[in-house]
């Protein structure tokens, strides 16, 4: 296997190299009137990580590692603070031992080492965390991370339920290259698709391709099969029961506090053949955000519905920055598609949309619709937010400060809720860095609210990005919680969410969780800190 790279996105070999991160700093310097310099990427042979605390027994060695890559490429997520620590070389607390077991029994058996080695475990899917989900946590318990990279494939087919038994640490693009030969699809393409895995789907309540009806990876779920330090908790599969609290709804966004997702049966699709889209603009945001509502209140159920603010849709769909931009966008793979567009396009233009009829495509027949969705505005925003993760590699340790942030509020809630976190943000970018940029887009589209996504950019200098992140980040949140939203709609909780996800959260329901938790991890080994303390 090609190997990942231990402090950016992607690859080894997707790594910029220093004349492209010297490019990306020149236009920086010239974007900002300041000057941004490149510092070089980081080797493997340059760091200094700590002596493992900790040795796996013998039972255990032949798959596990304690070599630098290893323990330094599980150490972080991929937020803007995990990249720009790997990549000055920071690791304070990486893991001791990085177990890689390719069964079940593995699993098993790497939990009771540590358990009985009083060891922190920390189940690790791709590593595409932005909210610290996967960092060891600080503290003289040695830390063993779990890597579930060999619990890769797809068990089985059922054709007739349309649903597929899957292990928890197969990546995205190797469960769609499996279920393909059949005729399926999951449809679940949340931004880290390339990155990212199953259990880690389920276990952080990922948000994927579809911006209406199916939207969270809950809706997936069939059944859900995870290890425990006291044992195994498998769940029926049934497509829907009434049977008391659901146990898959344990487990789903338990974030490897509970256990290690194992084995998921799935709710899988035929493959569509038959797609329609359509980009429309606004003259302001506001009646932008108005059509995605009537929209999707008509239930119609487009597989896309996203709304670009007029300063994401200038910078990331090459439109005049005085526009919104709402991409509407059909699939299926029975149906032709050309009368759900129509109508979303009627609803669009009747509250202030502007698309040529030209511009509506419709491929309804099977075999036209691989270019639906990849021309003119559509397109451009579709490659800029696909590519987006690798362009942090290019702009760390320059000091440019960039992150995003996102959250769900109801429509009644909406407008004051956008313009308070606006207030906020913009206040705290002023105050952080002499001011930057503040753009937002609809992930998400549901009949009673939005999930908007927020993204920041801000002039900084190296050394001191953190801190003004730290300033920025707190601000929306705090901004987030204040108006009522949810810390997070589909980024999780990890452990930079934890101080407003506790004010969010039920005091009630957090004793509820912590007893779960001392039932099935009584000895509090598993990601210890995360959503709750135990």
Request: aromatic fraction near 8%; include cysteine; charged fraction near 20%.
């Given at each position: 296997m090609a190997r990942r790279s231990f402090w950016g996105w992607g690859l080894e070999s997707d790594e910029p190299s220093q004349a492209d991160r010297e490019a990306a700093a020149a236009n920086l310097s010239r974007r900002y009137g300041r000057q941004f310099t490149a510092a070089p990427a980081p080797s493997l042979d340059q760091l200094q990580l700590r002596s493992p605390r900790i040795q796996p027994p013998p039972a255990l060695a032949s798959f596990?590692?304690?070599?630098?890559?290893?323990?330094?490429?599980?150490?972080?997520?991929?937020?803007?603070?995990?990249?720009?620590?790997?990549?000055?070389?920071?690791?304070?607390?990486?893991?001791?031992?990085?177990?890689?077991?390719?069964?079940?029994a593995g699993v098993v058996a790497i939990l009771?080492?540590?358990?009985?080695?009083?060891?922190?475990?920390?189940?690790?899917?791709?590593?595409?965390?932005?909210?610290?989900?996967?960092?060891?946590?600080?503290?003289?318990?040695?830390?063993?991370?779990?890597?579930?990279?060999?619990?890769?494939?797809?068990?089985?087919?059922?054709?007739?339920?349309?649903?597929?038994?899957?292990?928890?640490?197969?990546?995205?693009?190797?469960?769609?290259?499996?279920?393909?030969?059949?005729?399926?699809?999951?449809?679940?393409?949340?931004?880290?698709f390339e990155y990212s895995t199953l259990g880690g789907w389920i276990a952080t309540r990922s948000g994927g391709h579809y911006a209406t009806n199916h939207t969270h990876i809950d809706d997936f779920v069939e059944s859900i099969r995870t290890v425990t330090p006291r044992g195994v908790i498998e769940s029926r599969r049934l497509p829907g029961s009434g049977a008391g609290p659901s146990p898959d709804r344990l487990i789903i966004g338990s974030e490897g506090i509970l256990g290690v997702i194992t084995e998921a049966w799935m709710r899988i699709q035929a493959r569509p053949r038959f797609r329609a889209s359509a980009g429309i603009t606004f003259d302001s945001w506001k009646s932008g955000y108005e059509a995605a509502r009537q929209v999707v209140q008509a239930k119609l159920w487009p597989a896309n519905c996203r709304l670009l603010d007029p300063v994401e849709a200038g910078s990331a769909a090459g439109l005049k920055g005085d526009e919104a931009l709402l991409i509407v966008a059909f699939e299926s793979a029975e149906v032709p598609q050309e009368p759900l567009i129509r109508q979303a396009v009627r609803i669009a233009r009747e509250a202030g949309g502007r698309i040529d009829d030209g511009a509506v495509l419709v491929a309804d027949s099977p075999g036209e619709g691989d270019g639906v969705g990849r021309q003119g505005a559509v397109g451009a925003w579709r490659n800029s937010f696909?590519?987006?993760?690798?362009?942090?590699?290019?702009?760390?340790?320059?000091?440019?400060?960039?992150?995003?942030?996102?959250?769900?509020?109801?429509?009644?809630?909406?407008?004051?809720?956008?313009?308070?976190?606006?207030?906020?943000?913009?206040?705290?970018?002023?105050?952080?860095?002499?001011?930057?940029?503040?753009?937002?887009?609809?992930?998400?589209?549901?009949?009673?609210?939005?999930?908007?996504?927020?993204?920041?950019?801000?002039?900084?200098?190296?050394?001191?990005?953190?801190?003004?992140?730290?300033?920025?980040?707190?601000?929306?949140?705090?901004?987030?919680?204040?108006?009522?939203?949810?810390?997070?709609?589909?980024?999780?909780?990890?452990?930079?969410?934890?101080?407003?996800?506790?004010?969010?959260?039920?005091?009630?329901?957090?004793?509820?969780?912590?007893?779960?938790?001392?039932?099935?991890?009584?000895?509090?080994?598993?990601?210890?800190?995360?959503?709750?303390?135990?």
């Open positions: 596990c590692s304690t070599e630098v890559y290893d323990r330094a490429a599980n150490a972080y997520g991929k937020s803007f603070r995990d990249v720009l620590r790997a990549f000055a070389g920071d690791f304070p607390n990486p893991p001791d031992v990085v177990a890689y077991p390719s069964d079940e009771d080492w540590a358990s009985s080695a009083n060891a922190v475990a920390v189940p690790y899917g791709g590593g595409s965390s932005v909210v610290g989900g996967v960092e060891p946590p600080g503290g003289d318990r040695p830390v063993v991370t779990i890597d579930l990279a060999h619990l890769d494939r797809v068990l089985e087919v059922d054709p007739v339920s349309r649903a597929a038994r899957v292990q928890g640490g197969v990546l995205g693009p190797a469960l769609e290259d499996q279920l393909r030969p059949h005729g399926f699809t999951l449809r679940h393409f949340p931004q880290s696909i590519r987006a993760p690798y362009g942090r590699n290019l702009t760390a340790g320059t000091g440019m400060v960039g992150d995003t942030f996102e959250t769900a509020i109801t429509w009644d809630r909406w407008p004051d809720f956008d313009a308070n976190v606006r207030a906020a943000v913009t206040a705290a970018l002023n105050d952080a860095a002499g001011g930057g940029s503040l753009s937002c887009r609809f992930t998400h589209v549901y009949t009673d609210g939005p999930a908007p996504y927020y993204s920041f950019q801000a002039p900084g200098k190296p050394g001191g990005e953190l801190e003004i992140w730290s300033a920025i980040k707190q601000a929306a949140s705090n901004a987030v919680i204040a108006n009522g939203g949810t810390i997070t709609h589909h980024h999780a909780v990890g452990r930079d969410h934890r101080p407003w996800y506790d004010q969010q959260r039920p005091p009630l329901f957090a004793e509820a969780l912590r007893a779960a938790k001392k039932t099935l991890d009584p000895n509090g080994i598993l990601n210890p800190g995360v959503l709750i303390d135990p």
